[in-house]
């Protein structure tokens, strides 16, 4: 069996020594795989891009990149000989050069004609063949962004590091670029790893994503098991929206809760008639005028083609709930709901 292409094991690293910022993180990529590093500002997933790129010594474990050993506590080799490109948060180009100059800068050990060849190449890939001679303030954010991607990518790295790309850019835009982004690395068959805070970006561009929270590796898994089968209680809490009601387990099909039985698949393993709390999430819960839990309206978020509504049932508890935007309704307003949860994340409770 082959080794993975990217492999972090067991990384740990300190500013200094009276404390780490990241402790025992272990992942892989496989070759042309994207990995996104996710949560919030201060929990060390910058520190973790930097320990790869060279920047910043491991006291534990070890970082490996194509069958090469790039960091270990008494081994570091230089950033430079690593291979690695990286995008920046302000794309970071020179405002001085041109366009065309700024892809051809990392380039000098390639001919004249290659440099040229390769720069105009890589300004195609990314849609930018028609500014090459202008500069950095001429152009907008998401163009810059795409140039920087350029610019990274002109050298032909063997990994890509990109650090909170898309946040200066507006909603619509970063969606938008996320998504161009992903099909151009697929496209190129770059292995590449990005930093963010916020999990759209995050859904958008990665194949693997590993949820940071004080340091630690929360859960290393798809998206969609993220969503749906979250390893702890901070990484259900903090991907996507959902609130937790009280329930006991019945079997590994049943939680029996204030809302009668709901059936499904028991994500996590937990003993029959253990005390739980269980997740509930918006689109498990659907607005239905003949269904058995009645629910008033706290708060409403209009979404677009859906709305999202707060809602207080009649045991105390909340639930929230995903309905068309065609059944509008107000706060204040009392209407009747059915839960249908195809995965039952549950985790024990300390009532």
């Not at 272990?26 to 973790?48: D, H, M, V, W, Y």
Request: charged share 25%.
């Amino acid at each position: 069996m082959s080794s993975p292409y990217l492999s972090i094991n067991d990384l740990s690293a300190a500013y200094d020594k009276s404390s780490r910022v990241v402790s025992n993180i272990s992942f892989n990529l496989e070759e042309g795989e994207i990995g996104c590093l996710l949560g919030p500002s201060g929990c060390g997933k910058t520190t973790i891009l930097r320990a790869i790129s060279g920047f910043q010594a491991i006291s534990t474990g070890s970082i490996e990149l194509a069958g090469k050993l790039l960091s270990a506590p008494k081994k570091m080799l230089a950033p430079e000989n690593r291979g690695v490109g990286m995008v920046f948060q302000d794309h970071a180009l020179f405002p001085h050069l041109t366009l065309a100059n700024n892809v051809r800068f990392g380039l000098s050990k390639l001919s004249k004609d290659e440099q040229v060849t390769q720069t105009d190449k890589m300004l195609t890939l990314v849609g930018m063949q028609d500014f090459r001679d202008a500069y950095p303030h001429e152009i907008s954010g998401g163009q810059s962004q795409r140039v920087a991607l350029a610019r990274a990518l002109a050298p032909k790295p063997t990994l890509l590091l990109m650090d909170e790309p898309f946040s200066n850019l507006d909603t619509t835009l970063r969606e938008d670029l996320g998504y161009e982004v992903r099909q151009l690395l697929k496209e190129t068959g770059i292995t590449a790893i990005m930093v963010t805070h916020d999990q759209h970006d995050a859904f958008a561009l990665g194949d693997k994503i590993g949820v940071i929270a004080n340091g630690q590796l929360q859960q290393w898994s798809s998206s969609f098991d993220l969503y749906h089968a979250p390893k702890s209680r901070f990484v259900a809490n903090f991907i996507g929206d959902g609130l937790f009601v009280e329930g006991r387990v019945i079997d590994k099909t049943t939680v029996a809760t204030n809302f009668g039985e709901i059936q499904g698949e028991l994500v996590n393993s937990i003993n029959i008639d253990t005390k739980v709390d269980l997740l509930i999430r918006p689109d498990d819960v659907r607005y239905d005028p003949k269904g058995s839990i009645k629910g008033v309206i706290d708060r409403k978020a209009f979404k677009g083609a859906q709305t999202l509504y707060t809602l207080r049932t009649e045991s105390g508890e909340s639930l929230m709930s995903l309905v068309s935007s065609h059944d509008n309704h107000d706060v204040g307003d009392r209407i009747n709901l059915t839960i249908e949860a195809d995965h039952l994340v549950c985790f024990e409770s300390n009532r």
